[in-house]
């Protein structure tokens, strides 16, 4: 006889024979079929068609069939398997336990894990199976870690989000690491807070930002004064005079720039302008000689626009004086000199009243006059001495410095300082042009007035004015030879002696020598001897030439001294 045993088609709409068991028995006994075992089936006597039992049939006709339904709830295993994060190896996360109809296909569903992706080209991925009865069936999904994680890095103004460098995208940030940056450097501009920032991805995906704050490198704007007469050192002419104005600021570096806008300033740096405004300055002007500093007056701001919204900038901008800036009005020069004159003595007194000006002395300080004392009557010279008034008050000299003290006005070379005796209503001394090519120097409000004294001379009646340059002495010839006649000569008459000239060099009076004695000739002159006259006369006409000569000379001394 025979038993089938059927199992339920996966449609489980029909059976489909599996086994046939081909057994023996007595005919005529009664047998009952046992049920096999298939895993994932289930043997099910109620299906319509089971025949469990029957009497054996002596033509081996009896067959029984025994019916097995699938089971629907089949176990098997979906494995999830996530990379490392600290290599791309897997390791298991999770195993899901799940149940099915034998036989059937399963097909896992790929899970969400945070930072992981699935990846079905990994190898030993199964996405899919059919159940078996055993349960056996095992799934196995690989996910890797996301790799296009996004951060951005901005390089903002401080204060703003005006972009200075161009913002970095990174768009394949692994999860589960940590990423570095470094501010970028900033032509013009300098990092506020750290050199570098980090980003991590190990608990997000989120798109991460980095910021990086910079402002201005400080900018130095200098002002630059500019004088009405194009200078900060004005000589004093009494009118005012201003070096705020108009005035102009200058960047400190070349690379920015500075534009004048009414009363405001427009600075570009780096290509993004900056407005000044509410600059103001005081001092730097005046009128009478003094110095003016000039300063910064109030408070001034600096700002920007950006997105139509003003930023406030001030605090990157320094605006600073020159140094010593001020407007300096130094004394006028005022410069008086009294006559010079010349005469032969007549016994009375030598006076010149006229005195030259140079410069101006101005109205609003009052009026400048002056009184001429110097007179001269004796034989010689000395100063035309005057004083001056202002305002009808006379002013004292600055007294006479020291002899090393001494410091000429002009920076050239002066003749050396000789001081000379000299009468000024008293016996005073005074140093001859002390003050370089002045003889007084009179520093009073605004000016500095300086006085130079002419000269009165009065010459000897009897005192020939000489030549303006003295000839040259001839080259004496050379003396004829003469016999000596033993008769005696008589003596030559003695020179007559010039009168001296008061102030003239005296000169030491020079004796002819003797002529030599001729060997074997009486040394006794003879009476009538004549024969020595000419030679005499040669010499004497020498010696009268030199002494002439050095009286000229040293009244060529006298008068320049």
Not at 261 to 274: A, C, P, Q
Not at 356 to 364: A, F, K, L, P
Request: aromatic share 8%; with cysteine; hydrophobic share 30%.
């Amino acid at each position: 006889y025979k038993v089938e045993h059927y199992l339920q088609d996966l449609d489980l709409n029909g059976y489909t024979l599996k086994d046939t068991e081909e057994l023996t028995g007595t005919t005529g006994a009664t047998v009952t079929a046992t049920a096999k075992t298939y895993e994932g089936f289930t043997f099910d006597n109620t299906v319509e068609g089971t025949v469990e039992s029957g009497e054996i049939k002596g033509d081996g006709s009896l067959v029984l069939k025994l019916y097995y339904t699938r089971n629907t709830d089949t176990g098997y295993k979906v494995e999830h398997y996530l990379q490392n994060l600290e290599d791309e190896d897997f390791t298991l996360k999770e195993t899901e336990e799940l149940t099915g109809t034998t036989g059937a296909t399963a097909t896992a569903e790929p899970k969400t894990y945070t930072g992981f992706t699935f990846d079905s080209t990994v190898e030993g991925t199964k996405e899919s199976g059919e159940i078996e009865g055993d349960g056996s069936l095992v799934l196995k999904l690989y996910y890797v870690k996301a790799n296009n994680l996004k951060y951005t890095v901005h390089y903002y103004l401080e204060n703003t989000t005006v972009s200075l460098e161009k913002d970095k995208v990174f768009d394949k940030a692994v999860f589960g690491k940590t990423y570095e940056e470094e501010a970028a450097d900033i032509s013009g501009y300098e990092l506020i807070g750290d050199e570098t920032q980090t980003v991590s991805f190990e608990q997000t995906t989120e798109d991460q930002e980095i910021t990086f704050y910079y402002r201005l490198i400080p900018v130095k704007l200098v002002v630059d004064l500019t004088a009405d007469d194009k200078s900060d050192t004005v000589m004093y002419d009494a009118t005012e005079h201003t070096i705020i104005d108009t005035f102009t600021l200058t960047a400190d570096d070349p690379a920015n720039t500075v534009t004048a806008s009414g009363e405001d300033f427009i600075i570009t740096v780096n290509g993004r302008d900056y407005k000044l405004t509410g600059l103001k300055l005081s001092g730097g002007t005046g009128t009478d000689v003094d110095t003016y500093p000039v300063a910064i007056d109030g408070q001034y701001q600096v700002v920007t626009t950006i997105d139509d919204q003003e930023v406030d900038m001030t605090s990157s901008f320094t605006v600073v004086l020159p140094e010593d800036a001020a407007l300096t009005i130094t004394p006028a020069y005022v410069t008086l000199t009294s006559g010079t004159s010349s005469k032969t003595y007549d016994g009375t007194a030598l006076t010149n009243p006229e005195v030259t000006q140079e410069g101006t002395y101005y109205e609003r300080d009052g009026e400048l006059t002056w009184n001429v004392t110097g007179t001269q009557t004796a034989v010689g010279s000395s100063p035309n001495y005057f004083t001056i008034l202002i305002n009808g008050d006379a002013v004292p000299l600055t007294p006479t410095p020291a002899q090393e003290d001494i410091t000429p006005v002009e920076e050239e070379e002066q003749e050396p300082i000789q001081p000379i005796q000299e009468a000024r209503n008293e016996v005073v001394t005074h140093h001859g042009r002390q003050y370089g090519d002045f003889d007084e120097i009179i520093e009073t409000h605004n000016y500095i007035i300086r006085l130079v004294y002419g000269t009165l001379t009065v010459t000897d009646p009897g005192t020939p004015t000489p030549p303006p340059t003295p000839p040259t002495p001839p080259t004496p010839p050379t003396p004829p030879t003469f016999t000596i006649d033993p008769t005696p000569a008589p003596a030559a008459a003695a020179p007559v002696a010039t009168p001296a000239v008061l102030g003239a060099t005296r000169d030491e009076e020079i004796i002819a020598p003797e002529e030599p004695a001729v060997l074997g000739e009486s040394r006794t002159r003879q009476t009538g001897d004549e024969s020595q006259i000419p030679a005499r006369i040669l010499l004497m006409m020498i010696c009268a030439g030199a002494i002439v000569t050095i009286m000229m000379i040293g009244r060529k001394k006298e008068e320049e001294q």
